[in-house]
């Protein structure tokens, strides 16, 4: 078997002590561990103030993984991180032009690192090497590496949503990024909606057709493009789960509850998670049915994020306001009806919280997936689950087809449902709990792994399989 060799920006060397937070840092260290290989990518840590030019990789060995990463400078951290990616790709990608800032700067500092990746990592590849490239930071990592001579099989995987064509177009830089994608081999979106609105883009701008054997010909490249949503370590979350009464914190947590229902949402502090929307539905929720205050508390876990990005920091703001706001509404004495916590809280304990709480909310404005979704599901007791609430614009939406589907613009609508999630009979509860339990047991992130990396390793003459997640919705 050759070699796997994984790029991403962040790489969650392992710390003792220290939980890797954000989806793709958790889906992607249980795959690594189970197969081994190499992980290349950007510390999390800066150079020095003045040092511009970036060290060579650190390497460090645990668990059968290599982890080889470089600090990055405060520049390239500006124009390519905080910049690039975060300031455009990312608010575009999440259908939110209103959000995005362009600059040429930024746009030649995410190539300029691109290529710096491209340099470090190459004297440690091998000619079988099969490279897996992830997340908008890197799209155009293969360009620079074929650029470079390499030939070696390379799959990309998109974490977060593929815009439609109307969207992706405000992109001025557009055609470049598509024509990026096409130097991979295997092009992964997370859900069917995603490759629908990669089809529409590349027939609506004439870049290439779709082949009969089911990839697509773009910029003289045929490419595989398909739908692998992301998948959880299904059985070992729910065995956590279920022995979470000995860990202390859950335990406390249930103590400090007092029979109330737990309600709960755990999101980094995102504005693509919807978390202002949702504080407003719970205040509406307690303004219209009275006789759930007293009786119920909503826990939003939020550890911050990005926090250089402007758009963060002002989201802080209005998040703490409105969380402040609701609390000073509805308090008692003895009740506090929401509990907002910006910590990272370790997912042994996170899978006891989710246990525990008679709601899960999931209610982001757009996307990729959310695996706290699916994490709810796999934490829940199967005598007695908690009920979903799930945004119809997570890219979950498409697989857990027995959450209560809402609609997050919806204050209203949410609130609503809400309610009726905490009113729900343990009867319809286990029934749609049943369906989604089975649905991320089977497609969990062994699937996701094997799966992709069987068609990044098929040889290049073999048709590609299509439709290889069956779509609910
Ligand atoms: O590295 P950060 O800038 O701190 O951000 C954390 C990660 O956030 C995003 O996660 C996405 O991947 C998840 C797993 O596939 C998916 O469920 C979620 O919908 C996505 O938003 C981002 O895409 C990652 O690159 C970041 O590392
Ligand atoms: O305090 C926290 C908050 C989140 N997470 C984990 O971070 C991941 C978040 O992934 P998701 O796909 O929901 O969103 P992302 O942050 O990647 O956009 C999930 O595995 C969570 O369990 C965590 O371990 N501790």
Known sequence: MSRLVVVSNRVPVPTPGVPPAGGLAVALSGAMQARGGLWFGWSGAKLPPGETEPSEPQVTTADGVTYAVI?????????????????????LFHYRMELTEFTRVSLSGYHRVNRLFAQRLAPMLKPDDVIWVHDYHLIPLAAELRAMGFRNRMGFFLHIPFPPPDVLTALPNHAD???SLAAYDVAGFQTPIDVENFETYVRRERVGRRLPDGRFVAHGRAVTVEAFPVGIETDAFAA??????RNALVRRVRESLSDRKLIIGVDRLDYSKGIAQRIQAYETFLLLDPEW?????????????????????AMEREVAELAGRVNGAYSELDWTPLRYVNRTVGRNALAGLYRQAAVGVVTPLRDGMNLVAKEYVAAQDPENPGALLLSRFAGAAAELDGALMTNPYDVDGTAGALA????MAVEERRERWSSMFRRIKEYDVTWWRESFLEALEKDDEAPPSTGRMALVR
């Open 293 to 313: 205050r007293g009786r119920c508390v909503y826990l939003q876990i939020t550890p911050k994020s990005r926090e250089e990005v402007p758009e963060y920091a």
């Open 177 to 179: 990024v598509v024509r």
């Open 240 to 245: 956590v789960a279920a022995a979470s009464n």
């Open 71 to 91: 600090d990055l400078s405060e520049r390239d951290l500006d124009e390519y991180y905080a910049g690039f990616s975060n300031r455009m790709l990312w608010p």
């Open 420 to 423: 009726r999630a905490l009113d």
